[in-house]
């Protein structure tokens, strides 16, 4: 089977009036009308595929800058690739990295109790704050 791009075409139109356009000319075996994820308003463009090659160049030949109401036709074979697979080993786990950082300890902020009754604010580690009281 051969792919074929078809684009142009009036965004109202229905899988069946395409085949309908298609059929003189190619086998259309199957059509996928391209829409909005979210609004399923039709984007302008499908793709076909048809049964031979033949097919295929005989309808780009003849409908390739057609009107299609007020519109004109595009339509072009698709290079057929295979989708290429990632090797298994690929969504293995990765081992874990050692990391640079460098874990402290905590010391008790200036505002915490420690059973001393001054509390000197200086003795203060800088950049750790008390934390917070849970609700």
Not at 57 to 74: C, F, H, M, Q, S
Not at 107 to 123: E, F, K, L, N, Y
């Amino acid at each position: 089977m051969i792919k074929l791009f078809v684009g142009g075409f009036s965004l109202d139109i229905t899988e069946m009036e395409l085949v309908q356009a298609f059929d003189p000319y190619a086998r259309v075996v199957t059509i996928k009308i391209v829409r909005d994820k979210k609004t399923r308003v039709c984007k302008g463009y499908a793709f076909l595929e048809v049964a031979t090659q033949e097919d295929a160049e005989n309808a780009v030949k003849e409908l390739d800058g057609a009107p299609i109401g007020d519109r004109y036709l595009t339509v072009k074979i698709t290079a057929d690739e295979p989708v290429k697979k990632r090797p298994a080993s690929s969504f293995q786990r990765r081992p874990p990295q050692q990391s640079n950082y460098r874990r402290e300890e905590r010391r008790p902020s200036s505002g915490a109790p420690t059973g001393d009754s001054a509390g000197s604010s200086s003795s203060a580690t800088p950049g750790l704050r008390p934390r917070r009281p849970r609700k």
